[in-house]
């Protein structure tokens, strides 16, 4: 079978709807009983771009990641295409969120944890697929060579270095025509903010996802309503979202839900939720970087 991009999507789209899958979580990790049998995700949206797009050596820019960026090449040599995947969170996931303001939901930090835990699953098998057919390819996050970085001088060897990593889903997302940068450092695409993003590196040579979008900021307008709800006051129209504050209010769900943690206020019961507000429309100005 030749792997196209919709053909992917059918792919990625029979894993998050096996209803013995990772995709729903089980009675056993259940955090409560109305946990059980949850589903986390929807229909993915899947989007491409080519290894050889100019704007993979501008993430390597200071201000945007940095040289600490691995570029496509330079984790797999003969790739042709990078994959990224859109995970939106279920109707019930992002409203039990936005229902619990000065907590995440149980429901959210399943799809948190148990979640990104199953895009990991989702992203593996679909690179064994292509390299069952002939493309052998990689999910950078699950490669030996991902690095990344929270506070300041927590990971030695990215000295310097706070709140990045060697490979960045939301940036990937970005130039693989998934959508743009929202005042709260996520990505809104054309399905909204709510979500989380995979990738995958291949040799298959896929047509690049046409981006809709010229500027950084264009699926967002500035509304303010990830600043009002902001239980870490992190966010200010001004500067966008301060990494460090927001960090530090994650470790304090940690501490109160460990192993999961987490918050996802800026996404849930935005008007970026489920759609791009700015996509058919003049964007406000963007923030200070």
């Known amino acids: 079978m030749t792997m196209t991009l919709a053909k992917i999507e059918e792919f ?6 096996e209803p013995t899958g990772g995709n729903y979580v089980p009675e056993d990790i259940a955090i409560s009983p109305e946990c059980v049998s949850l589903k986390m995700f929807d229909a993915p949206l899947v989007g491409a771009a080519s290894c050889g797009d100019k704007m993979w050596v501008k993430l390597r820019e200071e201000g945007i990641i940095g040289s600490h960026f691995i570029l496509p090449n330079e984790w797999l040599p003969d790739a042709v295409s990078v994959i990224s995947i859109f995970f939106p969170l279920t109707e019930r996931v992002s409203k039990s969120c936005a229902d619990t303001p000065a907590w995440p939901s149980p429901e959210w930090l399943h799809a948190r944890t148990e979640g990104e835990e199953f895009i990991f699953e989702v992203t593996l098998a679909l690179a064994d697929e292509l390299s069952r057919t002939g493309h052998p390819s990689l999910v950078p996050p699950k490669d030996a060579r991902f690095k990344s970085v929270r506070h300041l001088g927590s990971n030695p060897e990215m000295p310097g270095l706070s709140y990045t990593s060697v490979w960045s889903e939301r940036h990937v997302a970005y130039v693989c025509g998934l959508g743009t940068f929202s005042l709260s450092k996520g990505l ?12 995958v590196i291949t040799p298959l040579d896929l047509p690049p996802t046409e981006r809709e979008y010229s500027g950084v900021y264009d699926y967002c307008v500035m509304c303010g309503a990830c600043v009002r709800v902001c ?34 206020k800026c996404q849930v019961g935005m008007p970026c939720q489920s759609r791009a507000p700015g996509k058919n429309g003049r964007p406000k100005a963007a923030p200070a970087s």
């Open 188 to 199: 809104i695409t054309k399905r909204g903010g709510a979500g989380r993003f995979g990738s």
């Open 231 to 264: 239980p870490a006051q992190a966010i200010t129209l001004k500067g966008g979202k301060d990494h460090s504050i927001c960090a530090l209010f994650g470790d304090e769900t940690k501490k109160k839900f460990n192993p999961r943690y987490g918050c996802g």
């Open 12 to 17: 990625v789209r029979g894993k998050i709807d």
